[in-house]
């Protein structure tokens, strides 16, 4: 299955800030997920990224606030805009795994504070 | 919408016991695919087990079982002779045939008591 290299690990930053977060696959893969697991709660889907289109983001989430890119079929950054304290979360990174429905594999996450 | 519901946000067990993780979900899908994912501290969500819906045969790795029960819409996972590295969080998943996106639970943190 892929492997994920996902960086920062941590940050803190000051409210009002971005942060940028890049997610690189050892191998392509056509879609890569971004989700956000805020303290102490479950992981919830932000956007689906395919390379060449813009993401597709779920309900509650939008593009001025996570912008994505996805200039190639191994790399993709989730930006977070304008940050404020509540968005201190750990945000993840996943691909499905080599074979259909076999599940998906996740980055190690970035733990980010903003104060 | 597709939930899942993990109804023991907490367990805990004895090193070298059993202990079973509730999980239920609601779809009116026929064609779906189930998941357990353990967070340890290290935030690396891993894969456990997983289950596909049109298969009766309960899904088994090593220590890992689930007990899938299609009609009552539950998804228990089992852990065998309990480690302490299997201490972390467990998140049931759910995916439906044909999308891509996972819906999880809300979690159940396991504790393993040496």
């Known amino acids: 299955s892929a492997v994920i290299s996902q960086k920062p690990s941590r940050d803190i930053c000051q409210r009002g800030t971005s942060l940028t977060i890049q997610c690189q696959v050892d191998?392509?893969?056509?879609?890569m997920f971004w989700y956000r697991q805020q303290p102490g709660q479950s992981l919830t889907l932000i956007a689906t990224?395919?390379?060449?289109?813009?993401?597709?983001?779920e309900s509650g989430f939008v593009i001025d606030k996570f912008p994505i890119s996805r200039p190639n079929l191994t790399f993709s950054t989730l930006t977070v805009s304008n940050m404020s304290p509540e968005d201190s979360s750990i945000y993840l990174c996943?691909?499905?795994?080599?074979?259909?429905?076999?599940?998906?594999?996740f980055g190690s996450g970035t733990r980010l504070t903003v104060v | 919408a597709q939930t899942v519901t993990q109804s023991q946000p907490e367990m805990s067990v004895q090193e070298a016991e059993t202990v079973t993780l509730s999980c239920t979900y609601d779809t009116s899908e026929s064609d779906y695919y189930l998941f357990w994912y353990k967070q340890p501290p290290s935030r690396q969500m891993i894969l456990v087990i997983r289950?596909?819906?049109?298969?009766?045969q309960n899904a088994t790795e090593n220590r890992f079982s689930v007990n899938f029960q299609k009609a009552a819409k539950s998804f228990s996972l089992k852990i065998s002779d309990s480690q302490l590295g299997d201490a972390a969080m467990y998140f049931c998943a759910y995916r439906r045939g044909g999308a891509q996106k996972l819906v999880f639970g809300q979690g159940t943190r396991l504790t393993i008591n040496p």
């Open positions: 289950q596909e819906a049109y298969k009766q």
């Open positions: 990224a395919n390379q060449g289109s813009e993401a597709t983001y």
């Open positions: 996943s691909v499905e795994r080599g074979r259909t429905h076999y599940g998906y594999t």
């Open positions: 191998s392509q893969v056509t879609m």
